[in-house]
C-alpha cells in the first residue's frame, strides 16, 4: 500500500498510525480510501508489535466528511447489501487491537460511524459530529443507527439523526459520544498518545479478550454475558502474559508481556 495513496500509515512505538489522507476532498470516503483502510487494518491486526490503531484525519478541517457523495449518487438498491462500509467498521470494531479516534475538524456521516468503530473517541474544539444522511434521502448505513443508540440512548441518536444537527467535541463528550474532549491548551496528538500510552502498558492477549467481552457481552443478558466474562478470564489466566504481569507486581517491576 503507498504512503502517499489515500491512506498513510506509520509504526512508532507499538502504536500504528492510520492516516485519512483526502484533504481536498475532506477525506470522504471513496471506495478507493475505503479500500486501503481495510488492508491498513490487515497490516496492523498481523503486527505483533502493534498494540494501538490511531485514526486521524489529514489537515485540520476533517476528521472524515463522510461517503464520496458522487459515487453514493450511482448506488443501486442491492448495493446497500453488500459488506461495505458496515463490514470494514465492524472489523475494526473487532480488531484485536485498540483503537483511538483523532477527531479534529468534521465527523460526519461516515466519518462519524468510523469514530464510532473505535474503542476510544478523542475530540478537539474543532471537533464536528453528526449524522446528517437524511439530507440525502438516506439514512445511516455503516453502523450509525446502532453504535450511537448504544453509546447515547435512542433518544439522543433519533434526535441527531431525525434533525442532522451537528454537535461539538465539548457536547458530544458530555453526552458521551466521546471519552475526551480537549481543551485549548492541549495537543489533540499529545492527549492520543498520553492515553495509548497506559494501553501499551497492558498484555496485548489481556487487551483482546476484554474488547472481545465487552462487544459481545453487551447484547446479550446479563447472566449469559458474566458467563461469557468467566470463560474468558478462563483463556487468559492460560497465558504466559497472565503469569509474567502478576510476577511483575509481585517483584515490583515493569512487566514485559510477550503477547502469548
Same mark, same amino acid.
Given at each position: 500500500m503507498s504512503q502517499e495513496g489515500n491512506v498513510r500509515i506509520k509504526k512508532e512505538g507499538g502504536m500504528f498510525w492510520l492516516t485519512l489522507n483526502r484533504p481536498g476532498a475532506r477525506n470522504a470516503l471513496d471506495t478507493a480510501m475505503l479500500s486501503e483502510i481495510g488492508q491498513a487494518i490487515d497490516e496492523a491486526e498481523r503486527d505483533d508489535t502493534i498494540k494501538v490503531v490511531m485514526v486521524k484525519g489529514e489537515g485540520e478541517k476533517s476528521f472524515a466528511s463522510g461517503a464520496d457523495i458522487k459515487q453514493l449518487y450511482d448506488k443501486q438498491p442491492l448495493e446497500?447489501?453488500?459488506?461495505?462500509?458496515?463490514?470494514?467498521? %465492524? !472489523?475494526?470494531?473487532?480488531?484485536? +487491537?485498540?483503537?483511538?479516534?483523532?477527531? %479534529?475538524?468534521?465527523?460526519?456521516?461516515?466519518?462519524c460511524e468510523l469514530a464510532m468503530a473505535c474503542d476510544i473517541r478523542i475530540a478537539s474544539k474543532k471537533a464536528k459530529f453528526g449524522l446528517p444522511e437524511l439530507n440525502l434521502g438516506i439514512i445511516p448505513g455503516a453502523g450509525g443507527t446502532q453504535r450511537m443508540a448504544r453509546m447515547?440512548? !435512542?433518544?439522543?441518536?433519533? %434526535?441527531?439523526?431525525?434533525?442532522? +444537527?451537528?454537535?461539538?467535541?465539548?457536547?458530544?463528550?458530555?453526552?458521551?459520544?466521546?471519552?475526551?474532549?480537549?481543551?485549548?491548551?492541549?495537543?489533540?496528538?499529545? !492527549?492520543?498518545?498520553?492515553?495509548?500510552?497506559?494501553?501499551?502498558? !497492558?498484555?496485548?492477549v489481556a487487551i483482546q479478550i476484554a474488547k472481545m467481552a465487552v462487544h459481545k457481552g453487551y447484547d446479550m443478558d446479563e447472566g449469559t454475558a458474566m458467563w461469557l466474562e468467566k470463560l474468558?478470564?478462563?483463556?487468559?489466566?492460560?497465558?504466559?502474559? +497472565? +503469569?509474567?504481569g502478576t510476577k511483575a507486581f509481585i517483584e515490583k517491576r515493569k512487566a514485559k508481556f510477550q503477547n502469548r
Open positions: 446497500a447489501l453488500l459488506p461495505g462500509m458496515q463490514a470494514l467498521y %465492524d !472489523k475494526i470494531e473487532s480488531l484485536n +487491537k485498540a483503537t483511538i479516534a483523532l477527531v %479534529d475538524g468534521y465527523a460526519l456521516g461516515g466519518g447515547i440512548g !435512542k433518544g439522543r441518536t433519533l %434526535d441527531m439523526i431525525l434533525t442532522g +444537527k451537528m454537535i461539538d467535541g465539548r457536547e458530544a463528550e458530555r453526552i458521551g459520544l466521546v471519552n475526551y474532549f480537549v481543551q485549548e491548551e492541549e495537543s489533540l496528538i499529545d !492527549k492520543a498518545k498520553t492515553v495509548a500510552g497506559e494501553i501499551l502498558k !497492558k498484555g496485548p474468558s478470564q478462563a483463556v487468559v489466566f492460560g497465558t504466559e502474559d +497472565k +503469569k509474567e
